[in-house]
């Protein structure tokens, strides 16, 4: 699934061709994706003027001049494709401008487009009960200590978990955790307040060098100009179980299961 950098790669991609351009026509070529597109998508999108493109958590944001904002979910191998040559059968939505065609591509339908009025975004339900986001200024140690006060749950299951911070995935908590050094078998509520604080601008780090790598490029995302992201090169544990630690503490990468989900850490140097 494209994870936030992937999400924040898209939104920037297609910022440097949507915003402030006119959307003069729109196309939806099937009634759904994950559930069905708004009613009267094509008549409230059509004319619009793009006033700005934003994220929240995983989902992309394309806010016009008619105070309704786009929202879009990627799902699991959703992607934008800026002037595709032709029009592919998975490309579902297409919208077009004056010099330019946007055509939102899911072959898995596992993304979604919705319509919400921009002034009521924060009460969306989707958004409503989301924490911080992880760049902005309300991700702090202070924060974590208060959502990890007194929870026996390991830290990796909390930092994934949406109501304290917004858009953390699998990949990026793994890899901040093996950056600030705490294995993510401990209970969350245990962590010291100086640790957190460490951990913190880790996560931003890791993040923003994601971002400006164009995404990790997991299985078959892609960015809107079609080129792929290379973070991937970058891991220092995620998928790599058996290798030596990076930290060359004469630590071995190891996998566990957490919550259903793969863990990669090194036991050595992660306390």
């Given at each position: ?21 006119r959307i003069e026509r729109v ?172 951990l913190v601008p ?70």
């Amino acid at each position: 699934m494209p994870e936030l950098p992937e999400v924040e790669t898209t939104v920037r991609g297609l910022a440097a061709f949507l915003d402030g351009e006119r959307i003069e026509r729109v196309a939806v070529n099937r009634p759904d994706m994950r559930r069905p597109f708004p009613e009267g998508l094509v008549q409230r999108l059509t004319g619009a003027r793009v006033t700005g493109l934003g994220r929240r958590a995983k989902y992309g944001l394309v806010h016009t001049d008619r105070d309704t904002t786009l929202v879009f979910h990627l799902g699991m191998s959703g992607r934008w494709r800026i002037d595709p040559a032709e029009i592919e059968k998975h490309d579902h939505l297409v919208l077009e401008t004056a010099g330019h065609r946007f055509a939102l591509n899911d072959a898995r339908r596992f993304g979604s487009v919705d319509l919400v009025d921009t002034a009521a975004l924060d009460e969306w339900p989707a958004f409503a009960a989301l924490g911080p986001e992880p760049l902005g200024p309300g991700l702090t140690g202070l924060h974590l200590q208060r959502a990890f006060a007194g929870r026996k749950q390991a830290i990796k299951l909390l930092l994934l978990d949406q109501a304290i911070v917004a858009g953390l995935g699998n990949i990026y908590v793994c890899e901040a955790l093996w950056r600030a050094g705490i294995d993510p078998r401990k209970a969350a509520g245990k962590v010291t307040r100086g640790r957190l604080d460490r951990l913190v601008p880790e996560i931003v780090a890791v993040l923003e060098q994601s971002i400006g790598d164009g995404g990790s490029t997991l299985r078959d995302y892609a960015r809107p100009d079609g080129q792929l992201g290379y973070f991937a090169t970058r891991f220092a544990v995620y998928g790599r179980e058996g290798a030596a630690c990076l930290r060359e503490d004469g630590g071995t990468v190891r996998r566990i299961v957490q919550g259903g989900r793969s863990t990669w850490f090194c036991p050595r140097c992660q306390r």
